[in-house]
T-cell receptor, first 114, second 113 residues
Framework: KAGVTQTPRYLIKTRGQQVTLSCSPI?????VSWYQQTPGQGLQFLFE???????NKGNFPGRFSGRQFSNSRSEMNVSTLELGDSALYLC?????????????FGEGSRLTVL | GQQLNQSPQSMFIQEGEDVSMNCTSS?????WLWYKQDPGEGPVLLIA?????ELTSNGRLTAQFGITRKDSFLNISASIPSDVGIYFC?????????????FGEGTQLTVNP
């Protein structure tokens, strides 16, 4: 069974640019959530999508957005990049409707903003 | 907002030793989870706890959900080199939280062979 797949694994952007990250969940999983991981702030929840609807949202500015497609694949977008957006962005999927907190994470997309 | 205080921040132990780490919170959680993250990988779920007082084992790992619902601990017995990594506790507030977890700062574990 394939795990959670995130692309790209690494990317470098400059301030002011925008970036789109992609996530394919485990087959059959309909919930996809995104986390930002930095050395200073640790793992912080960005948002969660379930059946193409945003179900929960963390405390991040509106520059961070996401969406989910009918096949459960998800994308997140960060516009007007700032240096502080440099981080590992992790996507996680979970089984349909099971709000257990049992998440399956991908390997992450490491974003560097110069 | 909610915060989890995880300790210790790092541990350096000899192979074969037992390890204990814990998390405390100012808020109540309905679910406590422990994840491990290896370099270059995403976190992997080790143990999930759903009831106050629950004690659960997974091989050499044992975790407990505190009675007050504000704390949890993880024990690793007879450590081996592959136990090296960062261990995170995480709490979920309730069913409406979905996949919204609050994570601790992590415990970096080093095992010397």
């Amino acid at each position: 069974k394939a795990g959670v797949t995130q692309t790209p694994r690494y990317l470098i952007k400059t301030r002011g640019q925008q970036v789109t990250l992609s996530c394919s969940p485990i087959s059959g999983h309909r919930s996809v959530s995104w986390y930002q991981q930095t050395p200073g702030q640790g793992l912080q929840f960005l948002f969660e999508y379930f059946s193409e609807t945003q179900r929960n949202k963390g405390n991040f500015p509106g520059r961070f957005s996401g969406r989910q497609f009918s096949n459960s694949r998800s994308e997140m977008n960060v516009s007007t990049l700032e240096l502080g957006d440099s981080a590992l962005y992790l996507c996680a999927s979970s089984k349909s409707g099971a709000n257990t907190g049992e998440l399956f994470f991908g390997e992450g997309s490491r974003l560097t903003v110069l | 907002g909610q915060q989890l205080n995880q300790s210790p921040q790092s541990m350096f132990i000899q192979e074969g030793e037992d390890v204990s780490m814990n998390c405390t919170s100012s808020s109540i959680f309905n679910t406590w989870l422990w994840y491990k993250q290896d370099p270059g990988e995403g976190p992997v779920l080790l143990i999930a706890l759903y009831k106050a007082g629950e004690l659960t084992s997974n091989g050499r790992l044992t975790a407990q959900f505190g009675i007050t619902r504000k704390d949890s601990f993880l024990n690793i017995s007879a450590s081996i080199p592959s136990d090296v990594g960062i261990y995170f506790c995480a709490g979920q507030s309730g069913e409406t939280s979905g996949s919204r977890l609050t994570f601790g700062e992590g415990t970096q574990l080093t095992v010397n062979p």
